[in-house]
């Protein structure tokens, strides 16, 4: 068996100085009923390194022995393996880190019907999942925003009930599911949805060290790793020891810790204060600040244990929308807490080593440490600017005007567009495509152990070989293996949405960028609710720009967004250029994933010679290589040069205007568009 990192070797994780993830970590072990934890942070600070390490400092646990499901010789009422008798042998172990693959099936983490019995023996058996291995112990998902919703649901609601109930394949099944659920994620690859965000009990945010000396530190213990293992662990084993020992003492004293009125009234008011939606937010405090006062030896909630115990559990619930940042403001914090004093009215019994304290950045082993706009008239300016040059867009005549920045209003519901036909990418909110969910529309021969059980095409294939196999009268169906048959599902895919955004001076001199940009804002937040990667080409001057490579981070789309500048002339053909090398590239990285092309533009090319003609041949490519696009058509005004129009044509695209983005807009309007003359084959719009 491997040699893990130990978790007192990381940097931030001594007992006697834990930083916000350590300590996170501890508390939801002290209490499960915490909720778990999510840590957020850029790759290389030690977030998996911690959480494989927190397994070996567990204190062991008694279980039922030969139960498949780690039951409680004290509780084992809910084992699909019992009933187990008063004289039933136990057994001590350590305590499970299990972790959940990204790509896991739905019947792998629940668990399903043995398939090799079912066919084999005739018998009907559970075969339990990853859940039911998770009981008791630690439930790990690394890089949790890119699991599917499904299944994060799923992880989520086992872990606030505390027991799994199957229903599937023939199968009925209840056991107890209690485990501490952690996931682990790098903002720049996607965000979690508000939602799901909630449901986490804790949250914390790390990042690498900037003192040089403790990032020499960290290089150091992690090289002494590498070169011996087994003796660096060594070195940390007293320090494991105790730390077992203490958060055995702490789970063993946070049932005394009483959570009185006064607490719960300063907790209520801190949580109502900061604008937190429901009451879970309350719940978790109460809770962790309990854990926290038993971490301390205490069975007394202080100041300290509350504030720390905010500070771990509001500021993930403080994200209203999509684009909001979390983050919680310190000082308003110790204002609302009011004089260092108990709120339960109890004495402080000292101070707090938890995420209140200034200790340093952790630096692990992986090299750092936990630690809708409206349409204003086309030339006239807004209050406070001065105005725009007349006889032309903006910076069109000489290419030197000045740039100018306008923000976005706030974002509408957009219509949904959609790519035609069935796909077969990444599950997601947006076109039809064949996955793992979804409703069912036949089956197939699986390969390997993938796929839910298809019984009656199962029993179907099984059914002309019953003679041959020497059935008799009435006996039961002989079944093989070459008659398995799993489901076809048809669901939802994501898709690459690629945006390709004029930002020229047409677009700044008649005030459309505002807009323009709440009306992209809109379909990057339906992008963000469909769970599609994003990506985004501006033009404008003499070039193009691939602003942001296709990424599932949509808040990242949203602040470059925000930050773009407009002026200049409009290279149309650069820009059409650039969004097709983007899309090859993507092509080749991610195959399945079907691309949907957005063009925000007026239709003007301006930038260098022949630019129209330019813009005309590159959409041609592009309508050749078999993208699915829509054009929205920004042009303004009484009077019209259609240019867009014409562009949406040469793409064989969508011709969508601006005015038309949002949902509300199509109230009456059909709710579905088929493809038809200037609509491509490869993409429609639905209301």
Known sequence: MP????????????PDQLDDMALALVLTTISPAIGGVLVRGEKGTAKSTLVRALAAVLPPIEVVAGDRFSSDPADSALSPD??????????????????LPVGATEDRVLGSLDLEQALGSGVTRYEPGLLARAHRGVLYVDEVNLLHDHLVDLLLDAAAMGRSTVERDGVSVEHAARFVLIGTMNPEEGELRPQLLDRFGLAVEVAAPRDPATRAEVVRRRLAFDADPTGFAARFADAEAALTARISAAQDLVTQVPLDDATLVAIAEL????????????????????????WHGRTTITRDD????????????RRRNPFDETGLDESELDDLLGPDEPPAGGPDDGGSDGPDDEGPDDGGPDGGGPGGGSDTSADAPAPGEAPAPSGGDAGEGSGQAAESTVGAGQPVRARLLQVDGVGAGVSGRRSRAVTDDGRRIGARTPAG?????????????AAPHQHARGRGEGGRVLLRPADLRVAVREGRESNLVLLCVDASGSMAARR???????????????????RDKVGLVTFRGADATLDLPPTSSVDVAARRLEELPAGGRTPLAEGLAAAADALRLERIRDP????????????????????????HRAADHLHRSGVASVVVDCETGGFRLGLAAVLADRLGAQHLPLGEVSAEALTNAVRSVRPGPGTPAGAREVA
């Open 306 to 317: 509350v504030r720390a115990a905010a500070r771990l559990a509001l500021p993930h619930r």
């Open 82 to 99: 019992g009933p187990f008798g008063p004289d039933a042998p136990v057994e001590s172990r350590p305590v499970r880190l299990v972790e």
């Open 271 to 294: 949580c109502s204060a900061f604008g937190v939606d429901g009451l879970r937010a309350d719940i978790v405090t109460a809770r962790t600040a309990a854990a926290h006062a038993a």
């Open 592 to 615: 399945l994933r079907r691309p949907l092309l957005v063009v925000v533009t007026d239709g003007r090319a301006t930038s260098g010679p022949d630019a129209l003609a330019r813009a």
């Open 3 to 14: 040699q893990h990192y130990p978790f007192t070797a990381v940097v931030g994780a001594e």
């Open 512 to 530: 459309r960028m505002e807009q323009v940009k709440t009306a992209v804002l809109s379909l990057l937040l339906d992008a963000y609710q469909r």
């Open 449 to 461: 152990r993938s796929g839910s059980l298809h019984l009656v095409e199962t029993v179907r294939a």
